[in-house]
């Protein structure tokens, strides 16, 4: 299993990046795939995770209302909507997948992607 990660790059307080997460697993729906950032000089920390449909969705206390999560199952690829972002979401975000129900904790996750940066300007 593979995932490619994109969708990163500079922007402004307050503005929004889409990421997405490309994952080469069969068949897809059977796998839950999470976002995870880590800032410098920090641990990596859960963003947002999604099961096998968008209503399987869960988010870190950080994100949660600034965040989305969605996944296009015939596409193979989640998805991270991130509005309204601030300075301290400043970070490489991964994306990660693993068989079954989701979890918050890196441990869980078997594939990696090898991340996104996010940089936002105050």
């Known amino acids: 299993v593979q995932l490619q990660a994109c969708g990163g790059g500079l922007v402004q307080a307050g503005g929004s990046l889409r990421l997405s997460c490309g994952v080469s697993?069969?068949?897809?729906?059977?796998?839950?795939v999470a976002w995870f950032r880590q800032a410098p000089g920090k641990e990596r920390e859960f963003v947002a995770a999604?099961?096998?449909?968008?209503?399987?969705?869960s988010y870190g206390e950080i994100v949660k209302s600034r965040f989305t999560i969605s996944r296009d199952n015939a596409k193979n690829t989640v998805y991270l909507q991130m509005n309204s972002l601030k300075p301290d979401d400043t970070a490489v975000y991964y994306c990660?997948?693993?068989?079954?129900?989701?979890?918050?904790?890196?441990?869980?996750?078997?594939?990696w992607g090898q991340g996104t940066e996010v940089t936002v300007s105050s």
């Open positions: 990660a997948a693993r068989q079954g129900v989701v979890f918050m904790f890196t441990r869980y996750y078997r594939y």
């Open positions: 697993a069969h068949p897809f729906s059977r796998y839950a």
């Open positions: 999604i099961g096998s449909t968008n209503e399987a969705a």
